[in-house]
């Protein structure tokens, strides 16, 4: 039964598209050995698919996989990442959606546990050199903390985050919208063959496969649906990363943005994410770290500047420092009357702070200390 169900997923991924709602209304409640027998009868109902099944060889795309180092992973495999099946109530965007009848995958690691603990890092191909940077820097960051890096393989900020792990030596996964066997990008063939060697291509899509819009679109809700978080380092208001984004919403993962200048139009989608839809705006990896951890762990603390000498002291001595010269002294009562303070308390302010440090004596009066003229950048 095992063999049998493999390969009537195996022919359902290449006849069906991927996230085809029309097949999702159509075979609501069959199971997929169901539906392929179906598909055989020929019957009006699945007319729309008939095309395909006639040069459909399930078997043979087992093979053509298995040559290039890849296989076919279904429900119930070691391998299979049970969180993706939140798309069977995740609903629909862009007229796709839905569970896919099996992952292709090429590489040598666990699919499922390289998903246990992973981050989509998705953005514009056409990226800045800033965006670019910050991309490679967060994934160097979470391959340095063991999270899987999980992009598109896509020019600009999928393949920045792609060669970001790779070179902290992490796991990183690319989700094509083609077959595993097909390189597209073209120009990121040795990318992918390096991805393939130290991570894994994925792919619902049978070998062989070729891209198209929608397809691109459909593979979106599996980058979403198998990560802990989606993370948007640069993307403009209409693009493929913003439905990456929406699909996380859906799944009820983290939607997480990187901000980037105020006049640049790659950031303005990551910027909307934020002000719009609930983003969490990141800028470091404990930040993402928070995120994707279980509430209550991985907390990051405010950002604090660095402790004053005076944080300690109270009202009447920060007067009283404020009112000594830097370099010329002077007598206390001169210092009283520039605090607007009486003498008496200015003399044990004074006091405190030489204790400090922070001033000093001299015959003709106090002025600050040698040490504390330093520490404002004087001599």
Not at 137 to 158: K, P
Request: aromatic residues 4%; contains cysteine; glycine residues 10%.
């Amino acid at each position: 039964m095992g063999d049998l169900e493999r390969v009537a997923r195996a022919g359902l991924s290449r006849v069906v598209e991927p996230g085809d709602p029309a097949a999702l209304e159509a075979f609501d409640g069959l199971s997929a050995l169901e539906v392929w027998e179906l598909l055989q009868t020929g019957t009006p109902r699945v007319e729309r698919w008939a095309a395909r099944l006639a040069s459909t060889n399930p078997e043979r795309d087992l093979e053509r996989a298995q040559a290039v180092g890849g296989r076919f992973v279904i429900p119930g495999d070691d391998e299979w990442p049970e969180q993706i099946e939140v798309l069977a109530h995740a609903g629909q965007q862009a007229r796709r959606g839905g569970v896919p009848f099996g992952i292709w995958v090429r590489g040598e690691a666990n699919l499922r546990q390289a998903l246990a603990k992973s981050v989509a890092v998705v953005g514009s191909r056409a990226c800045s050199s800033y965006g670019e940077h910050a991309a490679a820097e967060l994934a160097a960051g979470l391959a340095d903390n063991e999270v899987t890096v999980v992009s598109g393989g896509a020019y600009g900020i999928d393949a920045a985050a792609h060669r970001g792990a790779l070179a902290a030596a992490g796991l990183t996964i690319a989700v094509l919208a083609c077959g595993v066997d097909v390189s597209y990008p073209k120009r990121n063939t040795a990318l992918f063959d390096r991805i393939a060697a130290e991570g894994l291509i994925v792919s619902e899509l049978p070998p062989g496969c070729s891209p198209t819009k929608l397809r691109f679109l459909a593979r979106n809700r599996l980058i979403a649906a198998g990560t802990l978080g989606t993370l948007v380092v640069e993307a403009a208001v209409r693009s493929g990363a913003l439905n990456s984004a929406g699909w996380a919403e859906q799944c009820g993962r983290a939607v997480l943005a990187v901000p980037g200048p105020i006049t640049s139009r790659m950031s303005e989608g990551a910027h909307l994410l934020v002000r719009e839809r609930n983003a969490l705006l990141v800028t470091s990896i404990a930040d993402i770290l928070e995120a994707i951890s279980p509430l209550g762990t991985a907390l990051t603390s405010y950002p604090h500047a660095p402790d004053e000498p005076t944080d300690g002291f109270d009202l009447e001595v920060r007067r009283t420092l404020d009112a000594v010269p830097v370099l010329r002294p002077v007598p206390t009562l001169r210092i009283a009357v520039t605090a607007g303070l009486d003498a008496e308390t200015v003399k044990e302010c004074l006091e405190t702070l030489a204790d400090a440090d922070l001033v000093e004596q001299l015959p003709a009066g106090w002025r600050l200390s040698p040490t504390h003229r330093r520490a404002l950048g004087g001599t």
